[in-house]
């Protein structure tokens, strides 16, 4: 709604001050309507004021202290104000009130001058001295007023443009019509002031997330955050389609990212704060997962006197990772097992030396971590089965009691060659008493007794011999055997296997 108040169209202020401005070589007291509202060209003062404005012209009273007759510097008189007269040329320019005939300085301060023009047009309004109270003898000379001399121009105003706010800046102009700001603060440069401007201002980082490391089969996670002086809850935050992990925008500016990891990963997220109006704002962070080697666990059996069988189980937390896996036998040779899961299936190796060898079963996934186990492999010598004269196949074997009855077998290494240089001892034990039927009867042996339980070498035909006496047993303290079946066992530390034979004694 517009308003009647006028306002100067030239952009005076109404109500004019001047400002201090000293006369150094001045011999009088000096009076002067001065300051940056009183326009002076060429030697003339002009003051312009819009009709109807109550209108104030400083007039500055400046002391020389050069003449004792000044109304300033006049002692021992109570009351020395100075009385001045106004006066204004013809023109069409009244007052409200009519102009003051007089003008009086009460003490040695500046005065305002005082008028409200009620009609337009041009006139000057000037000062002559009067007196000064309660001092005779000081005349004009003793002061000089020239200076307090202006010439007045009233104009009509323009109509003052609406201001709907009240706060000084015309509703055309405000840049937030309907609530007072006068500042005209706009932080964004939008054209809406930040007094009715819902959203203001570009959002800035907050809290840079953390770079996210770990190992493969971790949780990698971090935070971070934005702000906006608008309020946090104007962002909108987001990734690229397609980044790893989940990312959740908590909505009050904050955000989390998590990645579960079943390799090794590596990259960087970025994340944007966008509040729909503003340049958006984004800060990055990378991830990490490092690959983690399998652990192997081997084991090992033997399945011949020279064969080792190894097999292993393993894990590795990178369940994406895929595996090979080799055998180094430790005898020089190796296997490729190409590629492997857990549990790995065992793998034979038979050695052709006896020994003891480190059998290692390594694992590497397609990281190139990798792991090893080993399991050392002890060979052992194989007997062959108890030889003849004692059956060990077919039917059983009859002897008679008092007879020597030869218990011989041969011993192998792993390289096929006959061992010698054991001791392999020969136990017997009874495991029935009556003689069954079918058996063969074998004849009867004159051979020595074998003294104790330990075999013979025999160099000729290279195997081990021992005469087991029925007659004087020494599985028996020395006593003769009674009648019945008998197991015959011949056992040795180095052995594979231990080699039996069961046969009968008859009267």
Not at 136 to 145: A, K, P, Q, S
Not at 312 to 317: E, G, I, K, Q, S
Request: proline share 4%; charged share 20%; glycine share 10%.
């Amino acid at each position: 709604m517009g308003s009647t108040r006028k306002t100067l169209a030239l952009g005076a202020a109404g109500a004019l001050f001047a400002t201090a401005a000293l006369a150094s070589t001045a011999v009088a007291d000096d009076v002067a309507a001065t300051g940056p509202n009183v326009i002076t060209v060429a030697g003339v003062k002009t003051v312009t004021v819009v009709k109807g404005t109550s209108t104030s012209v400083l007039m500055d009273y400046d002391n020389t202290n050069d003449d004792a007759k000044n109304g300033c510097n006049i002692s021992g008189v109570a009351d020395s104000e100075l009385d001045l007269s106004v006066a204004a040329t013809a023109s069409t320019v009244t007052f409200q009130g009519g102009l003051a005939s007089s003008f009086v300085f009460e003490s040695c301060s500046d005065q305002a001058f005082t008028f409200t023009p009620t009609a337009t047009g041009e006139t000057t309004i000037s000062f002559g001295f009067v007196s000064v109270d309660g001092f005779t003898g000081v005349d004009g000379d003793d002061f000089d007023i020239s200076g307090m001399t202006f010439k007045l121009v009233v104009v009509d105003g323009e109509d003052e443009p609406a201001d709907g706010d009240g706060d000084g800046v015309p509703d055309a102009d405000d840049n937030c019509p309907g609530v007072a700001n006068g500042d005209q603060a706009d932080a964004d440069g939008d054209g809406a002031g930040n007094a009715c401007d819902l959203n203001s201002y570009t959002p800035e980082v907050d809290v840079e997330a953390d770079d996210a490391s770990g190992q493969e089969g971790d949780t990698l996670a971090t935070s971070g955050s934005f702000k906006d002086a608008d309020g946090n809850a104007s962002l909108t935050l987001t990734v690229p389609v397609g980044t790893p992990g989940t990312f959740t925008d908590n909505g009050d500016g904050t955000f989390d990212w998590s990645l579960a990891t079943d390799d090794d990963a590596d990259g960087s997220v970025t994340v944007t704060a966008d509040d729909g109006e503003h340049d958006t704002v984004s800060q990055a962070f990378t991830y990490l997962a490092s690959n983690v080697a399998p652990t192997v666990t081997a084991s090992a059996s033997a399945t011949a006197a020279c064969t080792v069988s190894l097999g292993a189980t393993f894990t590795d937390p990178g369940t994406a990772d895929t595996h090979i896996g080799d055998i180094a036998w430790g005898d020089g040779s190796s296997t490729s097992l190409g590629s492997v899961s857990s549990p790995i299936a065992a793998t034979s190796h038979t050695y052709a030396t006896n020994g003891t060898f480190p059998a290692t079963l390594t694992v590497t996934d397609d990281d190139g971590g990798s792991d090893a186990d080993s399991a050392d492999f002890a060979t052992k010598v194989t007997p062959s089965a108890i030889l003849q004269p004692i059956n060990t196949t077919g039917a059983r074997s009859d002897f008679k009691i008092g007879s020597t009855i030869p218990v011989k077998i041969r011993v192998t290494g792993c390289d096929g060659a006959n061992v010698s240089g054991l001791t392999p001892t020969v136990s017997l034990a009874k495991i029935s008493t009556p003689d069954p039927d079918g058996n063969v009867a074998e004849e009867s042996v004159s051979a020595p007794a074998t003294n104790g339980l330990a075999m013979r070498w025999s160099t000729t035909d290279l195997q081990y011999i021992y005469n087991l006496s029925t007659k004087a047993a020494q599985t028996n303290g020395g006593s003769a055997l009674s009648a019945g079946s008998y197991r015959v066992r011949v056992s040795d530390p180095s052995f594979f296997s231990t080699p039996t034979a069961d046969f009968n004694l008859k009267k």
